[in-house]
C-alpha cells in the first residue's frame, strides 16, 4: 500500500498515523490539493489518501476540507474536523500500537489555527508549533525533510524530534526568516476595507515565514489574501486566503468561494492556483466577495459524519 497525502504537519501526521495501522510498503506520495483536484496525480488502486481530494481510485480516503466532501460510498471516513490526523486517529484507534494523542492534539491546534497571540509572535516557545513551522511547501519539494520528519514522529517524543539536527537547523532559520518576513509583510500588504492584501508577484522568490504573523500585524483585518507566483511555475499564480485568527468578523466560506476559482478548502481557509492569465478576472472577483463580507450560497448539504469501514 502507499500513502498520498500533502506536504503539511497535517499531512506528515496523517502518514505516521497511517504507517503505524497500515502495512505501508512504498514511500509517501506527497503532492499538492490542486493537482489532485485537476486529476494530474496518478492514484493506484491499493493507495491510502489523506488530507486530500477524493479519487475513485483509491482503496482507503481520509478528509476534512469542506470542499472536498462526497456522496459515493467509499472506505475511510470524512467530516468536518480541526484536522485530517484526528479522523485518522478516531478512525484506527484500536490498531495503533502507539499513544499519538499528544500528537494529534498539537495537529488539532495547529491545522485549526487555534492559537494565542503570544504562539504567533514568539513560536519558538513552544514546541509543536514551532515543529510545524519548519514544514514549508511554497519553495522547491522538500521530501527528504518531510520523510525525515514522518520517520521522527514515529519514533520519538517531541524533545527527541527538536534535538535532532537538522529540525533543529530548520527551527534556527524559521525564527530567523520571521523576523524578514515581518518586514516584508509590512511593505508588501495594503489593507482594503477589512481585507488585509499581501502580494508577493514582484518577488523574485516568494518570502517564507509565519502564515499567521498577519494578523497580529494588522488587527482591523478580518481575512487574509496572500497572492504570489508558483515557485515551480511562474505561469501558474497561487492564492492564499484566511480568516483572522484574531478578528473573528468575516462571514465568507472561504473554501467555497474558493472553489469557483479552481481551488477550495475550509469555511475559514483555503487555496487555489489557476494560470496568471486568469487573474485580471479572478482576483478582482475574489476580492470583491471579501470586501462584501457576506455569506456565500452554496449547496446545503452537510458532510460531518460520512464514513465507511469493514
Known amino acids: 500500500m502507499r500513502i498520498v497525502t500533502r506536504p503539511d504537519f497535517d499531512g506528515v501526521v496523517c502518514a505516521v498515523l497511517l504507517y503505524d495501522a497500515e502495512d505501508i510498503t512504498a514511500p509517501v506520495k506527497w503532492v499538492e490539493p490542486n493537482d489532485m483536484q485537476k486529476g494530474l496525480v496518478e ?18 480516503w481520509f478528509d476534512h476540507h469542506y470542499t472536498n466532501r462526497i456522496d459515493t460510498p467509499f472506505k475511510g471516513a470524512f467530516r468536518e474536523a480541526p484536522s485530517a ?4 486517529y478516531e478512525y484506527y484507534k484500536n490498531k495503533l500500537k502507539k499513544d499519538y494523542s499528544d500528537l494529534v492534539s498539537a495537529t488539532d491546534k495547529i491545522d485549526a489555527a487555534d492559537l494565542s497571540l503570544d504562539e504567533v509572535l514568539c513560536p519558538e516557545k513552544y514546541d509543536w508549533v514551532m515543529l510545524s513551522m519548519t514544514i514549508s511547501n511554497q519553495e522547491e519539494p522538500d521530501e527528504p525533510y518531510w520523510n525525515r520528519l ?3 514522529l514515529r519514533d520519538k517524543d517531541i524533545n527527541g524530534v527538536l534535538s535532532d539536527s537538522q529540525v533543529k537547523e530548520r527551527c534556527r532559520m524559521i525564527v530567523e526568516e520571521n523576523k524578514n518576513y515581518k518586514v516584508l509583510l509590512k511593505e ?16 523574485e522568490k516568494v518570502p517564507i515565514g509565519n502564515r499567521f504573523l498577519v494578523y497580529s500585524l494588522f488587527p482591523d483585518a478580518f481575512v487574509h ?50 494560470h496568471a492569465s486568469k487573474a485580471e478576472t479572478y482576483l478582482p472577483q475574489i476580492i470583491e466577495t471579501l470586501v462584501k463580507n457576506k455569506a456565500i450560497s452554496g449547496d446545503s448539504k452537510t458532510a460531518d459524519s460520512i464514513s465507511a469501514k469493514e
Open 225 to 274: 489574501m496572500r497572492i504570489r507566483y508558483d515557485a515551480m511555475d511562474r505561469e501558474k499564480i497561487v492564492v492564499n486566503i484566511g480568516h483572522s485568527i484574531f478578528n473573528r468578523n468575516c462571514n465568507v466560506n472561504v473554501g467555497l468561494l474558493l472553489s469557483k476559482f479552481e481551488g477550495g478548502g475550509h469555511p475559514g481557509a483555503g487555496s487555489c492556483r489557476f
Open 188 to 203: 508588501y500588504t495594503r489593507l482594503h476595507d477589512h481585507v488585509a492584501i499581501t502580494d508577493f508577484r514582484s518577488c
Open 85 to 88: 490526523a484526528s479522523i485518522i
Open 43 to 60: 492514484v493506484y488502486a491499493n493507495d491510502i489518501i489523506a488530507n486530500l481530494p477524493y479519487n475513485e481510485n483509491c482503496a482507503i
Open 150 to 152: 514522518v520517520a521522527l
